[in-house]
């Protein structure tokens, strides 16, 4: 007699010795991939004590600006930093680009190729436009771009652009103070000697802020150091559309200070008797600050996220 009995079988697929060896190929040996993290994390503290012995030895105190809780590192800074490493610079572009906004017409040089560290690579762009301070305004007014050396404007767009690509790869965006004031201490160099950018209390006179003007002027400010730590600043052209652009280092502001221009800008507008100035974030009230918070919050709608010659460690 026999007796029927039902199994339940598991169905295992199985792979083939070269569909294997194609998987691995095209994804990466698991275990050798965990062998290469393990090895990286043996050497992170070490890299980084290196990166920090360059990065102080060729670096001074007034290289670096304090804002808020944060170091922030100048392009001419960066750049000597720069020279101590294998930075590649590739396909690098440049372009002139003319500018039109409420004190007349400008133009700018905008840098935009690819660096790479080791197995990392980037995307970064520098600029500098006849409206950026250092180059552009005298004597409590913009110069006429007529009065500005162009070549002035291209070199400093130029280094900007190097300054931005070492600081991406090095990671040296937004340090904070603490580990900056540490770094410098280990020197025994005077990390008070950098310069500071302290955020404003208060304003003197005007109209008292409301509740709601405060937490707007919050918001304002805010979104315009967003802005700026993004490494953008705002443009106006003919058609008065503004728009979010590159900035640039080479006058050496720290992003709190851009940021100011850029709530200056954004607030400034055409009345009766003619152009209003604007002001900083504290300063504005009632329709004024809705008015310029409604311009911010549509350009942060925009806001882009995360650009031939050789570099300056190059020559």
């Not at 080791?118 to 007014?141: C, I, M, N, P, Q």
């Amino acid at each position: 007699m026999s007796t029927d009995i039902d199994h339940e079988v598991e169905t295992v697929e199985t792979e083939d010795r070269d569909h294997a060896l194609a998987r691995v190929e095209a994804e990466g040996d698991p275990e050798l991939m965990l062998a290469h993290l393990e090895k990286k994390a043996q050497l992170a503290t070490r890299y980084r004590q290196a990166v920090e012995a360059v990065l102080l030895s060729q670096t001074y105190p007034k290289d670096w600006t304090i804002q808020g809780e944060k170091a922030c590192l100048s392009s001419a800074g960066a750049e000597r930093v720069g020279r101590s490493f294998p930075i590649k610079i590739e396909a690098v572009t440049w372009k002139k680009e003319e500018l039109t906004d409420q004190h007349g017409a400008g133009y700018r040089y905008i840098y935009s190729g690819y660096a790479t560290l080791y197995d990392r690579r980037v995307f970064v762009h520098g600029s500098y436009s006849t409206r950026d301070k250092f180059l552009g305004f005298a004597h409590d007014e913009w110069k006429d771009p007529a009065d500005i050396n162009e070549g002035h404007i291209r070199n400093a767009a130029y280094h900007v652009f190097c300054g931005n690509a070492v600081k991406e790869l090095l990671g040296l965006r937004g340090i904070p103070e603490e580990e900056y004031r540490r770094m410098m201490g280990a020197t025994g160099r005077d990390a008070d000697k950098s310069s500071t950018v302290q955020r404003g209390k208060g304003t003197r006179g005007g109209s008292q802020a409301s509740g709601d003007d405060k937490s707007h002027q919050k918001e304002l400010a805010e979104t315009c150091v967003s802005f700026a730590n993004a490494g953008f600043t705002v443009e106006q052209d003919g058609d008065g559309n503004w728009s979010l652009v590159p900035f640039s280092e080479a006058d050496e502001r720290p992003p709190l200070e851009v940021a100011k221009d850029i709530c200056i800008q954004l607030s400034g507008f055409e009345g009766d008797k003619g152009y209003v100035k604007g002001k900083l974030a504290s300063q504005l009230t009632g329709k004024w600050l809705n008015a310029t918070l409604g311009k911010v919050r549509k350009l942060a709608e925009s806001m882009p996220g995360e650009e031939e010659g050789p570099a300056p460690w190059d020559k």
